[in-house]
């Protein structure tokens, strides 16, 4: 998308992206612009977020060689551990970066929608530690399915309202915390969860999490003496996906894979996989690949996964999508809970079932992958959020 004088529009990815939200919508999200060109790059804001990405998040997080899983898989399998972060996910990149832009604007609380409750508990915990009032939108199903997050956010100090209508999952989540951010914009800020929703968002939230791509890259020429062949992240609204293969775009020897979640893969059955089975239309704010019927109006998604359960997808998927430049695959609900195990009972990891996702493209493409190749897979959370829910499906004698 170009302006009049031919010059790429801002907040555009190809066709996709956009800020189609309603009037009343505009004045924060400028403000937010505005607060991202004047405050961010200032040594004050730099050095504070470096810092706390270092001495409270814990990065730079490591690089782990998979030994047991590469002998059994034929190829070398790399992980990159942002389970190891404060809070268990990625989600703390993102949020303490926006939580400290609110606070350097002089806003007073800020609010955020989760699905799988891990940017719930990054956000809560950033108003704790900054001072600022914290109230999260989170759908009834996923309060749910992710109880021990739900606890966890009300012991941080934040409010969260469970969203009942809908599916009760992270769109109707969005819908709501957009609502509520209209009525208390001047001392508020949204502080979005995925690459996704209106300009600024998806290019804010690419910008605070690329760092995953960043120490990635550099650390397998590091440790290996070049690139990884094959880079493997989950897809939900994206962040995870776009911090990790980012960096690598202009890699292009370099395989990239998105893996959307399929369901339950029987006939039928509701999705997430909206770059696979959706087409172009506006959500929340922005124009990017929807699941959607034949009028257009927005499919519910289903996974077994709360954080990949999302019928949209940030817009530069969709425009990395159109490009070719990224592959983007499915895996289905009894292929993550397989990964799930396997890698917990090989390598000692319990994944959130969002990056187990990931794994099991990995896993379900041995024959596809050549042999002593390199893989890198973005381990995005930690599964033990998950444990009520995925023991549902798992079998222990
Ligand atoms: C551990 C983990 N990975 C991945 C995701 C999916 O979100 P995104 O696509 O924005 O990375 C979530 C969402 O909650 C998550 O908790």
Redesign the pocket.
Known sequence: MKTLDGKPRPGYFGEFGGRYVAEVLLPPLVELEKAIEQIMPTPEFQDRYADLLTNYCGRETPVFYCDILSEQLGFDLYLKR??LLHT????INNAIGQALLAKMMGKKNIIAE??????GVATATAAAKFGLGCTIFMGAKDVERQAPNVQRMKLLGATVVPVTYGTGTLKAAINQALRFWITCQEDTLYVF????GPHPFPTL?RDLQKVIGTEARRQMVERTGSLPDIVV?????????I?MLYPFIEDKEVKLVGVEAGGTGEPGCMTSASLNLGRPGVVHGELTMLLQDENGQIDDSGSI????DYPGV?PEHAYLHSIGRVNYEVAYDDQAIDAFQRLTRFEGIIP?L??SHALAWVFNHVDEIPAGSKVLVNL???GD?DLNHAMKYINLK
């Open positions: 942002e389970d268990g996910a990625h989600k989760t699905g799988a409750g891990q940017h969860g995925t690459a996704a939230v992240a989950a897809v939900g609204g994206g962040s995870n996906a911090g996964s709360a954080g990949l940030g959130a969002e990056s995005s959370g930690r959020k």
